[in-house]
């Protein structure tokens, strides 16, 4: 709870930056489909880690507010995608971009908010030569993330899927843009290519725990915790790092079961606690804690390079929230 | 005829480096839809104009190859989204990239390829400081074309367009990546900021000249000089300037007829003819003419201050091309 008020004090100078760049102006059917998303919430986790990696490299973070406020809007573009993609009408609580301006206003708004980013980057207040390396990074970086999402359209029309494919799926689609946060917040703050690379491998490790914990706790924390109800991804048949281990470890019975329960459409709370009861004795479930963890004692090494301080202290603190919360 | 060999032999260097950028390789169905509509085909207008306006100021336009690159970029990642908007097939005589692959596929792969462009740009050989501004100057015109893509959705949903409101959305959606290859090729090659934004102010009215041109030939030119059905424009009831004009100019009758002609499903080759005639004598037809020539003028005033040379007098040819080709 106190790191939650910290965070969101750490984020201020960002959401205000995001407000204004957001203002809605002609044509307001743009701006407000652009607004809608970004607006509507988001832990601001991108440009938080950011702001702690200028620091931590003994930087003025005020200098990567912009290219904090850019990170944070390339994750909003690519949700607002997703959501067209998935034809998922919910994110944030409010209705998707696409549910309430139409998937043409959507994909359009996207598309703006994208080209904004870019705009956000050269804002920075750094040297031309490092604003045209924050860019080429960054339109890298998102080329990457789409290699990523292809990945995961390919396996939904697959039987198996490798753990270590699965792995590398999530690194594209969703860490390496924490990558970008570590990386771009610390060459803003000083710190030379290589300082500022290993930072970013830290931080993709992190995005790849703070995932692999999102799955294992859709599966094993209560509902209250979760904020939402226990096991859904097992409900809806996705296929996360649990479900191949599971798949992939289990007696040939158990795995017959578990695939019939993640096809299968109804499912009730007896079926999803026997699916659980399988990760469970499959290894599964401690497979996927163990690998969570194993990321946080390569990040609490890197971490301990740095001085003690306010900034390591809540770079530590953030890192321990995305991969240990809720246990 | 020759144009058109000319036209394809100074986009030669472009060609390679699209080709070079878009080779297919992990994972193969981005790349494949990557590399799908942008070669396909094409005129390379763009590129070609970036490099003229290169050569045209005295620089070498070996250097604004991946400029122009990514402008061509740019270019098809917006048709490939707007297929996706639009709900269109075909697209220069292959299937659409969301026909070929699907809409999530399309869409992730249009803004994969968005990305890419803006590496394409930090490739350029100049300076960091320009490099950074063009990103700036790219990422700008990229929102703006969201402005005028947005206008058009807008429009879709009014009963009437002033022909202002039309040629703001024209400007928008087409005309300022043609100003940004005019801009960029002549920064590129060492013009300062002044002059490059006259030659951008010059290819936009050349983008504007364009298009009212293309819409002008739609209703007048013969099937073989169109490559398509002459007023394929009327037949699909597409709101044109030349309509625009016509509904603001006519008679009340002439009017209420062609907005049912407009209207109308299923229209005969009478029923285009009538329109054209009702376009022809309430002064729309003369009008549009009138304001593609307008455009010329100032053009050829602008290239006027430039020395005579091969790349003044491509520039005109393909400006004379571009509105009043087939005339």
Redesign the interface.
Known sequence: MELKATLTARAAPVEAALREYLLVR??E??YR?MAHIPLAGGKRLRPVMALLACELVGGDSAKAVPYAAALETVHN??LV?DD???EDDLRHGVASAHTEF????A??????L??????M??DSDC???L??EL??H???T??EI??G???D??FEERETVAPAEYLEMVRLKTSILFGSAAFGGARIGGADAREALELRQMAIEVGLGFQIWDDYLDATAPAETLGKPSGSDIRQGKRTLLVIEALDRAAPDDRARLAAILNGGDNSDADVAEAVAIMERSGALAACYERANSYLQGIRDTLAKYPQGEPRQLFEALLEYMVTRGH
């Open positions: 002609p044509p059917n743009l489909a573009f690519t995608h067209v993609m998935d139409g998937v043409a206003a994909i359009n708004a996207g598309d703006a994208f080209a904004y980013a870019f705009e980057v050269t040297s031309d030569a604003r045209a860019v080429r960054l339109a890298i998102v080329r789409g290699e999402q292809q990945m359209l390919d």
